[in-house]
């Protein structure tokens, strides 16, 4: 199969094209040619008028439903979603049912066959049953294709057990993913403790909660030379102590989720539960933190926090609702939005997260493997229900005004275009 892009910007700071408008002609799942002008037959030809090119996009933290929880969302679901948001590829929580703890649960994710041109990555439980107690397999998990260890929505709690997997994971130099959040503090907090909260009337839960998480684990990280990432960080003051982490020299990342941009704990003033967030939506000044860190590289990319659930989870009071959002079809609008410029949205989208858990590069050359988001960064647009490719709906971004319209992903000889 071979496909002609016609007259697009290449926005690949790695690439000898960056920034230039080229054609570039793909051939059996190959870069053939990149050059500003082609003059031959494809079977696909792609012109669209504004259209940028980037590496393809990367998911760190997505939560599937595959085994267990297929209702919310399946792995084919998951893969249109992802494609229907500029990824191609998609690293999978394991928090599922049975747990992904074992390697034929690793095997079976990485061997689905998924219709869009996305591929996941499934990211091994720490624990077993991630009830944070016994270390789960994650040597054979690794050696089977388990790109990380994360107990996903469920952090590790206890500091033996995190010491002990962080010292497990060196044998291979891997990562350990943690969403920090001390679940002893104020663990009947539905949103972050303020004014606001006092306002509605609603249990709080305080940044500090955060904050220990994040202190004791950059301690941890640093007393076992091992490799740490947390995601989710949602508050100014875990800026700073993963800031001076980071220019201590110990190995940790970080990624912050599109909705804690965006959003602050003044907008849950309706009571909307799909801003149920765990960790929950801080203030503005926490937001504009999160917003410098991301830009300057402290916060290293973005994570979705996709989080599939049933109508039935968010169709309620708020006490009972349950905690996240869909977000892989809108993460790249919502930066978008808030104007993260071309170039920072190719790194914190793509780059970064290669880097940070050693995914195959993808680098927009002649002769490298196709692996592609198209993409146009100013077309606005109102988000329907109507755009939804996942199974579930939980997201509150519906009506809303978002900028930057994914066209397509192209992965090796597979390629999925948006055609509205």
Not at 160 to 174: C, E, R, S, T, V
Not at 223 to 231: C, I, K, P, V
């Amino acid at each position: 199969m071979t496909i002609l892009i016609r007259r697009a910007r290449i926005i690949d700071p790695r690439s000898p094209f960056h920034m230039q408008l080229q054609d570039i002609l793909i051939r059996e799942g190959h870069i053939e040619r990149i050059t500003e002008d082609i003059q031959e037959e494809a079977d696909e030809v792609i012109s669209i008028p504004g259209l940028h090119i980037y590496p393809g996009w990367v998911d760190v933290f997505a939560q599937g439903g595959d085994p267990g929880y297929e209702h919310r969302e399946s792995l084919e679901t998951l893969s249109l979603a992802a494609a229907a948001g500029g990824y191609t590829h998609v690293m999978v929580l394991p928090n599922t049912q049975p747990v992904v703890q074992h390697k034929s649960l690793v095997d079976y994710i990485r061997e689905k066959q998924v219709p869009a041109p996305v591929t996941l990555h499934p990211v091994g439980a720490v624990s077993k049953q991630t009830e944070g107690r016994e270390l789960a397999e994650m040597y054979d998990m690794q050696r089977s294709g388990a790109v990380a260890f994360s107990d996903g929505h469920k952090p590790v709690q206890s500091a033996g057990l995190l010491i002990k997997a962080l010292q497990y994971i060196k044998a291979f130099d891997g990562v350990i993913i943690q969403v920090p959040d001390d679940q002893t503090v104020a663990p009947h907090g539905l949103m972050h403790e303020g004014m606001v909260s006092t306002r509605m009337g609603l249990p709080g839960k305080p940044a500090m909660a955060e904050e220990l998480m994040v202190a004791r684990d950059i301690k941890l990280t640093r007393y076992t030379d091992s490799a740490l990432h947390f995601t989710g960080v949602s508050s100014g003051k875990s800026i700073e102590y993963i800031r001076r982490a980071k220019a201590g020299g110990i190995r940790v990342t970080a990624s912050v989720s599109p909705m804690h941009l965006f959003f602050t704990d003044q907008d849950l003033e309706g009571y909307d539960t799909n801003l149920k967030l765990n960790p929950p939506l801080r203030g503005s000044a926490d937001q504009q933190a999160l917003m410098e860190a991301l830009m300057d590289g402290t916060l290293d990319c973005v994570a979705s926090h996709h989080t599939p659930l049933d109508k039935d989870c968010k169709v309620c009071e708020f006490e009972y609702a349950k905690f996240g959002v869909i977000a892989l079809e809108t993460t790249a609008a919502v930066l978008g939005q808030l104007g993260i410029p071309a170039e920072k949205l190719s790194d914190i989208l793509s780059i970064a997260p290669r880097r940070i858990f050693r995914l195959p590069e993808a680098v927009i050359r002649e002769s490298a493997e196709a692996d592609l988001t198209l993409f146009l960064p100013d077309e606005s647009f109102i988000f329907t229900q109507e755009r939804i490719r996942s199974r579930s709906s939980n997201t509150p971004f519906i009506g809303k005004t978002l900028k930057g319209v994914v066209k397509g992903t192209i992965l090796r000889q597979k390629i999925s275009l948006q055609r509205s």
